[in-house]
């Protein structure tokens, strides 16, 4: 884990962007399924009926 300090909120949301600008697509996809698999482990063992999950949507796209 590595810390950063800023000096104001404004900064520190321009550092997140351009860390997560700077990585590929395959390592920002990875980045989330472990924030969803730390998640799950978190609520394991409690009902979440009522959560919303992420949908899975596929569009099909004709190009002219």
């Known amino acids: 884990m590595w810390v950063r300090i800023s000096n104001s909120f404004e ?11 700077s990585m590929s697509q395959e390592e920002r996809l990875d980045t989330v399924q472990i924030l969803r698999e730390s998640a799950a482990k978190l609520g394991k063992g409690k009902k979440f009926e009522g959560r919303k999950r992420l949908r899975r949507v596929i569009r099909i796209i004709q190009q002219t």
Do not use: G, I, P, S
């Open 11 to 21: 900064e520190a949301q321009a550092f997140d962007r351009n860390y997560y600008l």
